[in-house]
């Protein structure tokens, strides 16, 4: 069955430290999105990209960065980790389009910024 | 800009009543697209329904029910004879058509805690 997996499922690190969190889905999807929760936030759009070698800024995007070399793969770096990044992250795809298209989630990942 | 808006932070009911949660939405797109999801307490995104502005037809799925009045841009999801398994935060989300790509906007989440 298609599916969209993120690993770690969980992560310690320290503040200062680069982290790469990987979403990968089976899908096909033309679009691919990063988002992360917090309490009394919601879901927030960290990055998102509309095909190969497309990336786009979302909401929060400060700190993070996304590339995307082939279809089923859209990792997200934390390039020097904060505490403030501490956060529940979730990956999402989608088929292609506008953008308007149901949006299918990961498992999400739990990050924890020490 | 668009903006979802979801006042019930937080709702209590027993098992077997009816719930309504609610979402008011805010946008300039005459085409547009509302969404709802589940966040049970094991933490996945369960996608529930999407719906596009120009359908206005209520739409029942079993239990679940949501009304869509574009004339005070509201789009609620009823649960009928809630049960313990509804337990879990619910997000209403908005994607204008607009011209070229867009994004999904989320509201912030409304919690259901169904009692037995």
């Known amino acids: 069955d298609a599916e969209i997996t993120q690993s770690p499922r969980h992560k310690i690190t320290e503040t200062g430290r680069q982290v790469t969190l990987a979403c990968h889905q089976t899908w096909n999807h033309n679009n691919m999105f990063w988002y992360r929760q917090d309490l009394g936030h919601g879901l927030r759009l960290i990055h998102y990209?509309?095909?190969?070698?497309?990336?786009n800024k979302g909401e929060v995007s400060d700190g993070y960065s996304v590339s995307r070399s082939n279809t089923e793969d859209l990792p997200l770096t934390l390039e020097s980790a904060a505490s403030s990044q501490t956060s529940v992250y979730f990956c999402a795809s989608s088929l292609g389009g506008s953008g308007t298209e149901t949006q299918y989630f990961g498992p999400g990942t739990r990050l924890l910024v020490l | 800009a668009q903006k979802v808006t979801q006042a019930q932070t937080e709702i209590s009911v027993v098992e077997k009543e009816d719930v309504t949660l609610d979402c008011v939405y805010e946008?300039?797109?005459?085409?547009?697209?509302l969404f709802w999801y589940k966040q049970p307490p094991s933490g996945e995104l369960v996608f529930l329904i999407r719906?596009?502005?120009?359908?206005?037809q209520n739409e029942i799925s079993g239990r679940y029910s949501w009304n869509f009045q574009k004339s005070t841009s509201s789009f609620n999801f009823t649960i009928t004879a809630s049960q313990v398994v509804d337990s879990a935060v619910y997000f209403c989300?908005?994607?204008?058509?607009?011209?070229?790509?867009?994004?999904?906007?989320f509201g912030k989440g409304t919690m259901l805690l169904v009692s037995p």
């Open positions: 719906r596009n502005s120009f359908d206005e």
């Open positions: 989300a908005l994607s204008e058509a607009g011209s070229g790509y867009s994004t999904l906007t």
């Open positions: 946008t300039r797109d005459t085409t547009y697209y």
């Open positions: 990209s509309y095909g190969v070698q497309d990336t």
